[in-house]
Each structure stands twice: as C-alpha cells, then as structure tokens.
T-cell receptor, first 114, second 114 residues
Framework: ETGVTQSPTHLIKTRGQQVTLRCSSQ?????VSWYQQALGQGPQFIFQ???????GRGNFPPRFSGLQFPNYSSELNVNALELDDSALYLC?????????????FGPGTRLLVL | DQQVKQNSPSLSVQEGRISILNCDYT??????FLWYKKYPAEGPTFLIS?????DKNEDGRFTVFLNKSAKHLSLHIVPSQPGDSAVYFCAASRVRNAGNMLTFGGGTRLMVKP
C-alpha cells in the first residue's frame, strides 16, 4: 500500500506567477484535502475534494483552486502569487471524507515566493 | 478566532519520564480529535485519535484523554524516548454538511533529553 506522495518537494517562484502542486492519494482513498502551513503555525485547511467535486473550502481566496482526477490524484493551483503564499503545502487523503476519519498526510511541497 | 489552541509552544522532558501535551478547543461541534507528530522536512504523521463519545483512548505508549466539559484534551507519552522529539499538533474535525476539514492547533515542540 503506497502512502500519499507530493511533487515537487521544493519550488521557488516570483510574485505574480502561477504554480501547480500535485498529490497522489493513498491507495483506496477517494477524498483529498489541501492545507497550508506557514512557518511556526499549524496547518490551515484550504479545500477538500471528494470524487472529483469540491467538498468544502476554508478561508482562502479564489486564486487558490484545485482539481481531483478520476484516479483520485489532485492538483492545487495558485494564481497571482503573493509573498505571503510562501509556506509548506500539505496534501492529505482519507477514505470517504466523513468526520470520524483519519487523514493521512504527504511530505509536503515547500513553496518560496520572492 | 483560533478554535484549537496549544498554549505551550515547547516542552522539555527527561528520557523515561512522562510527556503531557495539552490542547484546548472552543467549538462544541467538534466530534473527533487527532494528534499528529511532525519531524522537520516531513508531513504530519498520525499518532492517535479519539471520538467525542469517549474520554480515553490508548495505543501503546500513547494515551489521549478528552474532557468535553472543559473542552480540553491531552496526549500522554509514557515512557518518553529521544525519538519522540518532534512537533506535536492536535487537530479537530466536526460533523459538516460536506467534508471533514481538520482544524489544527499551533503545535508544541517536544524535546526528550537522554
């Protein structure tokens, strides 16, 4: 059974650019969530996808968008990057997206915006 | 409004002794609580969870206690080992119309001294 994987591991972008981060869910999981972790803080929920549909969204602007594919892999897209978008982006998967369910995290993508 | 708080940013414990990490929450709708451990340059690793209908859950050296009336949970690690040195996050999820977003605390850095 493979765990959650993310790519790339590190990324450097400049302000105003666009970025796409990728995630492969744990085998058998059809729900994927994205979180942003700023330095010294806990992860903050961005959004969740269940069977290719957005299934909940946190307090992030529309320039943060996502996709989930039929194989349950996922992308996080961020447009018009700002300096404050510099953070660790974490992807997590869970079997069905119900409340009493554990989410399993990938290693993260560290994004630096200059 | 921080709904999940870990008031101790760091904790230092001698090897073999008990480590107690604390977490407070404000939202009474949370029905599932989790603890994650995070090493540098890795994603959070799931440790243990507890449903709101229970007050204790034990897994090996790790025990989580939930006090619903006080809106407080704690993680006990006995005995503590140097390999337990990491940042520990508590997280909570609640019944929603859709999805199971996790709300995280800010983390507590545990240092176990040999």
């Amino acid at each position: 059974e493979t765990g959650v994987t993310q790519s790339p591991t590190h990324l450097i972008k400049t302000r105003g650019q666009q970025v796409t981060l990728r995630c492969s869910s744990q085998s058998g999981h059809n729900t994927v969530s994205w979180y942003q972790q700023a330095l010294g803080q806990g992860p903050q929920f961005i959004f969740q996808y269940y069977r290719e549909e957005e299934n909940g969204r946190g307090n992030f602007p529309p320039r943060f968008s996502g996709l989930q594919f039929p194989n349950y892999s996922s992308e996080l897209n961020v447009n018009a990057l700002e300096l404050d978008d510099s953070a660790l982006y974490l992807c997590a998967s869970s079997p069905r997206g119900t409340s009493q369910e554990t989410q399993y995290f990938g290693p993260g993508t560290r994004l630096l915006v200059l | 409004d921080q709904q999940v708080k870990q008031n101790s940013p760091s904790l230092s414990v001698q090897e073999g002794r008990i480590s107690i990490l604390n977490c407070d929450y404000t939202n009474s709708m949370f029905d599932y609580f989790l603890w994650y451990k995070k090493y540098p340059a890795e994603g959070p690793t799931f440790l243990i969870s507890i449903s709101s209908i229970k007050d204790k859950n034990e897994d090996g050296r790790f025990t989580v206690f939930l006090n619903k009336s006080a809106k407080h949970l704690s993680l006990h690690i006995v005995p503590s080992q140097p390999g337990d040195s990491a940042v520990y996050f508590c997280a909570a999820s609640r019944v929603r119309n859709a999805g199971n977003m996790l709300t995280f605390g800010g983390g507590t850095r545990l240092m176990v001294k040999p």
